[in-house]
Structure formats: C-alpha cells, structure tokens
T-cell receptor, first 112, second 113 residues
Framework: AQSVTQLDSHVSVSEGTPVLLRCNYS??????LFWYVQHPNKGLQLLLKYTSAATLVKGINGFEAEFKKSETSFHLTKPSAHMSDAAEYFCVLNTGFQKLVFGTGTRLLVSP | DTEVTQTPKHLVMGMTNKKSLKCEQHMGHRAMYWYKQKAKKPPELMFVYSYEKLSINESVPSRFSPECPNSSLLNLHLHALQPEDSALYLC????????????FGPGTRLTVT
C-alpha cells in the first residue's frame, strides 16, 4: 500500500528561525513526491517536486526538500521562516494511477 | 502560466436548488480533477477526467454530476445537496494521465443551507 505520514500536526517557529516539516512515505514503486502549501481559504500551491532526479530538490520561496530512500523520508526545510510562510503544508505521493495520496497536513505557525 | 480558475468563489444554496461550479485551465492539460475538502482535512478526490472522458468516480453520490465540455473546461453540477456537502471544492489539472504534478485552482466555498 502507498501512504504518507506527516509526523507533526502543528509546528511553531519564530520569524527568522529554520523550518523543518517532516514527512515519511511508503511506496512499492519508485515514488513521485510533492509538497503543497495551502493558505487559509485558498487552493493548493505546488512548492516543489521529487521525480527521481536529484535527491535535493529546491522549490519556491526558499523551501527545499531532501529525498532519502533509506529512511523513506521527504522532509521540507527552509533556513529562515517568514511571517507569510504561516499556512498548511501537505506532503503528497503520486500513485501513478491519476491519484494522489495526501498526508494529513502540518500547520506551520510563525510568531514575530 | 500555471493557472486554474474557478467560479464562483463562494456559493450558498438551499437543499432544493440546482447550481453549477465551473473550472477552466489554458495550459493544454488533458486531465482534470474535482476534489472536496472539509475544514482541517486534506482534499478528497471525487472525479477524474482524462482526455475529456470520465476515468475515475470515487463513488460520489449522484447529486454531484461532473461534465467536461472540452479539454479546457470542467463543470460540477449540484442538485439536492445536503448540509454535510458544505466544503471547499477544488479543481485541478495535469498534463496527462499519470502525470506527476497537479495544479490546483483557488476553490469554491460551498455552503448548503
């Protein structure tokens, strides 16, 4: 079975400090993985994607993620949080059959 | 341009009304999707159209009726909805079947009274 586990439902950081949002996956196939961000009452925006090329993936707004097959992880990081980063973040697995498997989401809170 | 547009942004309807949600993309994508998202939950897939044909229906009640008039447009017709159908309805598109990433629209916030 293919699944995604986001290890934290909420993460709180101060502005200017690093961000780490954790994601583990389970897949029988070589996975395609994504991080999406959703601001309140908005749609989902693609932050970055891993599709079996480089294991360190750079995305928009300074975010990056590292694919670690040995740990079945795809954690999202950012060196310095900004107030505008406060949002819901979803780690997502593409099953390859027109279906996405979503994690349960991590709410990022950024304090001044 | 990776834009998917959805109209209306907000919709309030009674349980006996008929209404439609509209989604449009001009990226040349050949797969389009409807999702339902409840508060504090991830999106749930409802329907998938691939090359203008319905390819996946996730056992959605018949009060939701999708339509794909052409490769750029996707509609969701609503009839006799229940209050529990109140949610954010998201449309997405991707380059083709089994394409890697999907691009989402801003959603329609539906309230059923």
């Amino acid at each position: 079975a293919q699944s995604v586990t986001q290890l934290d439902s909420h993460v709180s950081v101060s502005e200017g400090t690093p961000v780490l949002l954790r994601c583990n996956y389970s897949s029988s196939y070589s996975p395609s993985l994504f991080w999406y961000v959703q601001h309140p009452n908005k749609g989902l925006q693609l932050l970055l994607k891993y599709t079996s090329a480089a294991t360190l993936v750079k995305g928009i707004n300074g975010f990056e993620a590292e694919f670690k097959k040995s740990e079945t992880s795809f954690h999202l990081t950012k060196p310095s949080a900004h107030m505008s980063d406060a949002a819901e973040y979803f780690c997502v697995l593409n099953t390859g059959f027109q279906k996405l498997v979503f994690g349960t989401g991590t709410r990022l809170l950024v304090s001044p | 341009d990776t834009e998917v547009t959805q109209t209306p942004k907000h919709l309030v309807m009674g349980m006996t009304n008929k209404k439609s949600l509209k989604c449009e993309q001009h990226m040349g994508h050949r797969a389009m999707y409807w999702y339902k998202q409840k508060a504090k939950k991830p999106p749930e897939l409802m329907f998938v159209y691939s090359y203008e044909k319905l390819s996946i229906n996730e056992s959605v009640p018949s009060r939701f009726s999708p339509e794909c008039p052409n490769s750029s447009l996707l509609n969701l017709h609503l009839h006799a909805l229940q209050p529990e159908d109140s949610a954010l309805y998201l449309c997405a598109s991707s380059q083709g079947r089994n394409a890697y990433e999907q691009y989402f629209g801003p959603g329609t916030r539906l309230t059923v009274t």
